[in-house]
């Protein structure tokens, strides 16, 4: 146990009652529409039973002030940096607890002559990562990294930088007048040079997913916090998107039978995918599956040989939510991308995101 002038802080200890305090904290922090929490997944964390638990090491804490929780968060190690990173962090609006938490922190990870703490992370890029820093206004949408708004303050506080950002941009839903005639003549373009678009079916996709994993190692590797892992963990982190994908709205690109391009867009389910698996959240689930409101472009990534594929790919995506008068959402876009705007005119909204550090004296 660590006393830090009012704020008593504990490690967290799997199935002891700091382990039930650690998951139960969101819940007061978050209306139940916002709650984006995966308990199952911070169980596997704290017991280090999580698919990447053997590639870093993980110690949560408790914060509590007169016997009452009012801060949490992670330690967390990976083996291949030197940095730490700072995951599955939750607080009330409070500076002061901020600070004397993160300098309590600070002081553990000093001793280990560690220079960085880096956050949030829930362990790794894959899990994952960022707070958000605009667009507080609406409920959040499936795998949007969510937060009080308050937290920006609380981290610049205790001496975090914000040092990457990243956009998600919101598009309204297509009029049935309306054409796109540069994604339709950039789709013909393709096709006319043999590429071939295609949806995969729900059985093929344990064979397609790792084709995708191949692709995503290579296009994603110069990303910031990008951390290799095998395809039997690739496997099991996602193993459960192939219950809510529909497929239909998944585009793979393949050039002389290699794939060359994928697009991945999910049903925006809000947090029902985090919420207990009852009948009828799974029946709103389903619902929502077939007749969603809004989709959400989770990945999307193309070889850089094949130059402009993206924006051909994605006349497939648009022909269909026109036609089922959804929205869109292109998720979690790092400002360095270069990436060809959806439907650049019919963009609504953004909400905008950071990476953290605390440079360690």
Do not use: C
């Amino acid at each position: 146990m660590i006393t830090h002038s009012s704020l008593k802080i504990i490690p967290v200890v799997s199935g002891e009652k700091s382990e039930a305090d650690f998951l139960q904290f969101p819940q007061r922090v978050y209306k139940k529409e916002e709650l984006m929490q995966s308990v199952s997944e911070e169980q596997a964390q704290i017991s280090g039973q999580h698919p990447l638990s053997p590639t870093y090491t993980f110690q949560a804490f408790n914060g509590y002030q007169e016997g009452q929780m009012v801060i949490r968060g992670a330690l967390i190690k990976p083996h291949h940096l030197e940095d730490y990173y700072l995951g599955y962090f939750e607080a009330v609006d409070d500076v002061t607890v901020m600070i004397q938490f993160i300098q309590t922190l600070s002081e553990k990870v000093r001793d280990k002559n560690v220079q960085r703490i880096i956050g949030p992370v829930q362990g790794s890029f894959w899990l994952g990562y960022r707070m958000k820093v605009k667009g507080f206004e609406r409920a959040p949408f499936t795998s949007e990294p969510h937060n009080p708004s308050y937290y920006p303050k609380l981290w610049q506080a205790a001496g975090f930088k914000e040092v990457e950002h990243y956009t998600s941009n919101f598009y309204r839903s297509i009029p049935p007048q309306y054409e796109s005639k540069k994604l339709a003549k950039r789709y013909q373009l393709f096709v006319e040079k043999g590429y071939r678009f295609v949806s995969p079916k729900p059985e093929d996709w344990p064979t397609v997913s790792l084709e995708v994993f191949e692709l995503l190692r290579v296009l994603y590797k110069d990303f910031p916090l990008y951390q290799e892992v095998t395809a039997e963990q690739f496997s099991q982190i996602f193993a459960d998107l192939k219950q809510v994908i529909d497929f239909s709205m998944v585009k793979l690109a393949y050039k002389d039978q290699q794939l060359v391009g994928f697009l991945i867009t999910l049903p925006d389910y809000g947090n029902l995918i985090y919420q207990k698996m009852n009948l009828l959240n799974l029946a709103k689930i389903i619902y929502k599956k077939w007749r969603a409101k809004r989709y959400v472009i989770l990945y999307l990534g193309v070889d850089s040989k094949h130059l402009g594929l993206g924006l051909a790919m994605s006349y497939p995506v648009f022909k269909q939510v026109k036609q089922r008068k959804a929205e869109v959402v292109a998720a979690l876009i790092h400002e360095n991308t270069v990436t060809n705007r959806y439907v650049t005119e019919m963009q609504e909204d953004s909400h905008a995101y950071s990476l953290w550090m605390l440079e360690l004296e």
